[in-house]
Structure formats: structure tokens, C-alpha cells
């Protein structure tokens, strides 16, 4: 009869650990996102160290002021990368705690919700970082309107109207 009782209580303890897991999955999802982001950044970064020993003064200063975007932008990233993992370190204490709980009919309750709450937490400050990262990567790429519609319109008037056959 024991063994009945402790499988019918590891059940339970998989049943409620699954939701974290499903969550601690969608973290390490974004997790990837973040350091597929964070690398490309660090591989621009590289490559603009490696022209800025052949450009010239002009052009120098420009890549350095692009380059200390990239550093901020890196160091915006990396933050949110650090709080995306501690959100997954608070998920597996989560899980952890629930399954020492069913174990040693240990009431686990509070200390479940306050490391859902900080998980919840470091993942909303996590996502704000990464956030105000994009913002500021496609701020850097606004283009001049006025000096693209003109071209688009150079185009069209040296190919003529589109769609004419």
C-alpha cells in the first residue's frame, strides 16, 4: 500500500511540475533568440574593428560611433540574456520545491508562488531589455524617405512605368 501511495504521489508532483516546464521550454526558447541576437551584434562588431585600422578619418569616426551602439546594444542584450536565465534558474527551483514538497508532505505553497513571482518578474525585465534592444537596432536603420523615394522614382523613370510589359 505504500508504494501505491508514493507513485500516486510522484504522479501528482509530474502533473503540477509539467506547466513550469512548459514555461522553463518557452524561456529557453527566447533564451536563443537572445544569444542568436547577442552574436550577430558581436560579429558586426568585429567586423567594423577590422575596417577601422584602414579608414579614414572621416569614415573612422563613424564606424566608432557605430561601434559604441553595437557595445551598448551588447550590453543591453547580455543583460536581458542574464535575467532570461535566472528566470529559468527560478523556474527549476520552482519545480524543485514542488517535488520536495510532495515528497515530505512538506506545504510548499508559498515558497512555490514567491519563485513563480520572481520568475515572472525577471522574465518581464528580461523581455524589456530585449525589447529596447530592438527599438534601438531598427532605430539605427531609419532610412531618409525623401532620399528613397527619389531613387525609387529614378528607377522607375529609366525602366519605365512597372508592370508595363
Do not use: H, W
Request: aromatic share 8%; charged share 20%.
Amino acid at each position: 500500500m505504500e508504494t501505491e501511495s508514493m507513485f500516486a504521489t510522484v504522479g501528482q508532483a509530474v502533473q503540477l511540475s509539467l506547466a513550469p516546464v512548459f514555461l522553463l521550454s518557452g524561456v529557453g526558447a527566447m533564451l536563443a533568440v537572445m544569444t542568436n541576437r547577442l552574436t550577430r551584434i558581436v560579429d558586426r562588431g568585429r567586423a567594423i574593428e577590422s575596417r577601422l585600422e584602414q579608414a579614414s578619418p572621416a569614415e573612422a569616426a563613424r564606424l566608432r560611433r557605430e561601434l559604441s551602439g553595437l557595445v551598448l546594444r551588447m550590453r543591453i542584450t547580455s543583460r536581458a540574456i542574464a535575467l532570461c536565465t535566472i528566470t529559468a534558474l527560478f523556474v527549476c527551483a520552482l519545480v524543485i520545491t514542488m517535488f520536495i514538497g510532495a515528497f515530505l508532505k512538506y506545504r510548499a505553497a508559498i515558497a512555490v508562488a514567491l519563485l513563480f513571482v520572481a520568475a515572472m518578474a525577471t522574465f518581464f525585465v528580461g523581455l524589456l531589455y530585449f525589447l529596447r534592444e530592438v527599438f534601438m537596432a531598427t532605430a539605427s536603420l531609419r532610412f531618409d524617405e525623401l532620399r528613397l523615394a527619389r531613387a525609387t522614382a529614378a528607377m522607375e523613370s529609366e525602366d519605365g512605368p512597372r508592370g508595363a510589359a
